[in-house]
C-alpha cells in the first residue's frame, strides 16, 4: 500500500512540473567556449564531453527524477580515435574493454559488438584509416584488431614477434602505413596496414620511451617521448629532423608527454599528463597555445577543457580533437577552427 501511495504522490509531483514547464519553458542559448579567450582569435572551441553512453540519450524529465542506469561508464579511457563520420573509438584499460559510438544512432557498443566483442587483456591504442576502418591494439599480448565502421572485426594482426609493447598507435592515411611505438623497445615500427614489416626507427640518442606517435601531411613522424618530455620528428625515410619542447613547468614547456596528434595544418598537439594540459606547437616547435590545467569533475563542474591526467590524443580528418581525460573518466571533444569549419559555422566570434 505504501508503494502505491509514493508512485501516486511522484506521478503527481511529475505532473505538476511538466504542466510548470510547459507554461513558463524558456530557451537560453547555449554558452560557447573557446581558445584563446577574447579578444584574441578564436582558434579551438570546446565541443562535447562522454563519461559513457548515456551521454549519447536524451535526457528526459522522469529520468532527471528516479535516475538511469547506464550500462556502460568509463572507468580509466587512455586512447581514442574518431573516423570524421560521427563514430570514435575508446580503449578502457580499467574496463579492460574497448567501445565503439556511434553518435549517429546514439549508441555505444564493444569493440566487435555485443555478440562477438573481442577479447583484450591490456588495451592500448586506437587509430583510424581513410576508409574508416579502426585499428586497436592490446598491448599485453602485442595485438592488433582490425574492425570496419560496422563494428565487425575483419582481422588481427599479432605483432609479438616484432614489438615488447604497444602504446597509441596512428595510421598515416596518405601512405596507408601503420605506425606502431614500441615504448619498452625504444623504437617505431612502420608496417603495412596489413601487417607486413617496413621498416624501424631505433631511437638510440633520440628518444627514451616513445609512447605515441602521429603524423604531419608529408609522411614526418612524430613522435612522444614520455620520458624525455619532447617530441621528436623523423623524416618519412626515418632521418632525424628535430626536436620539440623542454622539460620544465613553464608556458610551453613539457613534463610527461603521453599522447601527440596533428591536425590538417600539421599543429602539434601534446598532452601531458603531469601538467594536465594540451600544448599545441606549429612544426618549428614554437608553442602556439596552451588548453587546460588541472580540473576534477568530482568538484561537481564540468570543467571544459580541464583535465585530470590526460593520455591519449588524436584528431579526424575534419579537425576534431578527440582527448582521452583518463582520470576524469570521460573523453573530451573538441574542434580546431579550419576554414571549412568557419564557413560552416559563420558565428563564431571575430577578432575584436
Not at 71 to 89: T, Y
Amino acid at each position: 500500500m505504501k508503494v502505491i501511495i509514493s508512485r501516486l504522490l511522484l506521478l503527481m509531483v511529475v505532473t505538476v512540473v511538466l504542466a510548470s514547464c510547459a507554461a513558463t519553458k524558456v530557451v537560453q542559448p547555449e554558452r560557447r567556449f573557446f581558445w584563446p579567450q577574447e579578444p584574441e582569435q578564436p582558434r579551438v572551441e570546446w565541443i562535447a564531453a562522454y563519461t559513457g553512453d548515456l551521454d549519447l540519450k536524451e535526457k528526459g524529465l522522469m529520468s532527471a527524477i528516479v535516475g538511469d542506469d547506464s550500462s556502460l561508464q568509463f572507468g580509466r579511457p587512455i586512447s581514442v580515435a574518431g573516423d570524421g563520420e560521427g563514430r570514435f573509438v575508446v580503449s578502457d584499460q580499467e574496463l579492460g574493454q574497448v567501445f565503439m559510438f556511434n553518435l549517429k544512432k546514439n549508441e555505444a557498443q564493444p569493440l566487435g559488438g555485443n555478440t562477438g566483442a573481442a577479447s583484450f587483456t591490456q588495451p592500448s591504442g586506437v587509430a583510424v584509416d581513410s576508409e574508416g576502418v579502426f585499428y586497436v591494439a592490446d598491448n599485453s599480448t602485442r595485438k592488433v584488431f582490425v574492425v570496419n565502421s560496422e563494428n565487425s572485426i575483419l582481422r588481427v594482426m599479432d605483432l609479438s614477434a616484432h614489438v615488447k609493447s604497444i602504446g597509441s598507435l596512428a595510421v598515416d592515411r596518405s601512405r596507408a602505413r601503420l605506425l606502431i611505438p614500441d615504448g619498452q623497445g625504444s623504437k617505431v615500427l612502420v608496417l603495412s596496414l596489413t601487417g607486413q614489416l617496413i621498416s624501424t626507427l631505433n631511437g638510440k640518442g633520440y628518444f627514451s620511451l616513445p609512447n605515441a606517435v602521429a603524423v604531419e601531411s608529408d609522411g614526418t613522424i612524430v613522435i612522444a617521448d614520455t620520458f624525455n618530455a619532447t617530441i621528436v620528428r623523423f623524416s618519412v625515410d626515418g632521418k632525424f629532423l628535430s626536436a620539440i619542447g623542454k622539460r620544465g613547468d613553464s608556458v610551453g614547456n613539457l613534463a610527461l608527454v603521453t599522447g601527440v596528434a596533428v591536425d590538417s595544418e600539421d599543429h602539434i598537439y601534446a598532452t601531458d599528463g603531469r601538467l594536465n594540459s594540451v600544448t599545441i606547437f606549429d612544426k618549428e616547435g614554437n608553442t602556439l597555445m596552451v588548453i587546460g590545467g588541472s580540473h576534477s569533475v568530482r568538484s561537481g563542474n564540468i570543467g571544459r577543457g580541464g583535465f585530470l591526467v590526460p593520455q591519449g590524443i588524436s584528431v579526424d580528418k575534419n579537425d576534431r580533437i578527440y582527448i582521452a581525460d583518463s582520470m576524469n573518466r570521460r573523453v573530451q571533444v573538441l574542434q580546431y577552427l579550419n576554414d571549412r569549419y568557419l564557413r560552416e559555422h559563420p558565428n563564431v566570434p571575430a577578432k575584436q
